[in-house]
């Protein structure tokens, strides 16, 4: 959940990126977030992933106000039950699809659990490619495995911007498959930004923002009435 204000900049030049936002997403469910250039998408991801912080308001995550934990507790917050994906990659060459999934895991010297892995390859359609590395590998299947990375700690959440921004439109449409099934099959939170109506569509909700505010949502949205409410908005 986050509520609040986000501003960048003092005086004169000071931004507000978020003007009073207020939005709580559901556990299970995937929603989107659509706006123009600059309506404060990014920020409001960001903040909502603790990446950034607030000037007023607050960011619960889990229950826990992100305000209330010092630098060493909001890294691990983030470690443990937030996961990421950006429309970069941001995979590791040197290493496997496999290693680059548990490199999370690796990194804060936890055990994998095997059940868990295998049924995130499997959910994901990545067993014929853990062998290979990222230069082995095609844009979507690049961006799966960074789908699998960011699920295998089980967050809370994962938030994801622009992650079908690199890939065309069939491997795109396999990602967002995939995650969906990740939403449906075992039960992931997902918050997506995004400037595709036919992206949006995977979600269970559309978020709309707008200079900082979210102005409208549609529940169970089609890529037709996603495209039809941005044309209204336009008017």
């Not at 005086?11 to 404060?40: D, H, K, Q, Y």
């Not at 826990?64 to 890294?75: C, F, G, H, M, W």
């Not at 990421?84 to 548990?102: H, K």
Request: hydrophobic letters at 40%; charged letters at 25%.
């Amino acid at each position: 959940m986050v509520d609040g204000v986000k501003i960048y900049g003092e005086g004169e030049t000071a931004v507000r990126a978020l003007r009073g936002v207020s939005l709580s997403i559901e556990r299970g469910r995937f929603t989107a977030i659509m706006g123009p250039s600059g309506s404060g998408k990014s920020t409001l991801l960001h903040t909502l992933a603790g990446l950034d912080t607030l000037e007023e308001g607050e960011v619960f995550i889990d229950g826990t106000a992100l305000s209330t934990l010092k630098d060493r507790q909001l890294t691990l917050l983030r470690r443990e039950k937030v996961g990421f994906v950006f429309q970069t990659f941001n995979l590791i060459p040197t290493l496997n699809a496999s290693e680059n999934i548990l490199l999370p895991l690796s990194i804060a010297r936890e055990d994998v659990e095997r059940d868990w892995y295998d049924q995130i390859v499997e959910t994901l359609g990545l067993g014929d490619r853990l062998n290979h590395r990222p230069s082995q590998l095609s844009g979507g299947q690049q961006q799966r495995v960074a789908v699998a990375r960011a699920l295998m700690s089980r967050p809370i959440i994962v938030c994801a911007d622009e992650p079908t921004g690199n890939l065309d439109s069939r491997a795109s449409d396999e990602l967002l498959g995939f995650i969906r099934s990740a939403v449906d099959e075992i039960d992931q939170t997902v918050v997506m930004v995004t400037h595709d109506p036919l992206v949006a569509a995977f979600a269970d909700e559309v978020v709309f923002l707008d200079d900082g505010r979210i102005t409208s949502r549609i529940a169970d949205p089609s890529a037709d009435a996603i495209f039809d409410h941005l044309k209204s908005l336009g008017e």
